[in-house]
């Protein structure tokens, strides 16, 4: 059974940073494209984050030059470092791993809540 755990959330006042990591149990963490999404109350779920399993990354336009997508395959873990955290950077964080087709696999954390406010 695949499973991906977030931790690092937390509550942060404007400005600060905080690094999130998502670990991977039973899966070949190398060959999955990962992903930071996002979900503020009211909202739709959006992808803040991307890195693919050759290393190549891409971000929302609302968090460019503030946030970093990496991987550790070592690990089995994807961070996402948060820098200059505004109050509307607020949501609940999940960790996605992904494979296309053929494979057609897609799997989820259980989120971990980002609060900024002063």
């Known amino acids: 059974q695949v499973q991906l755990v977030e931790s690092g959330g937390g509550l942060v006042q404007p400005g600060g940073s905080l690094r999130l990591s998502c670990t991977a149990s039973r899966i070949n963490f190398s060959i999955y494209a990962m992903g930071w999404y996002r979900q503020a109350p009211g909202k739709q779920r959006e992808l803040v984050a991307g890195i693919t399993s050759g290393g190549s990354t891409n971000y929302a336009d609302s968090v460019k030059g503030r946030f970093t997508i990496s991987r550790d395959n070592a690990k089995n873990t994807v961070y996402l470092q948060m820098n200059s955290l505004k109050p509307e950077d607020t949501a609940v964080y999940y960790c996605?791993?992904?494979?296309?087709?053929?494979?057609?696999?897609?799997?989820w954390g259980q989120g971990t809540q980002v609060t900024v406010s002063s």
């Open positions: 996605n791993a992904e494979r296309p087709i053929p494979w057609g696999e897609n799997y």
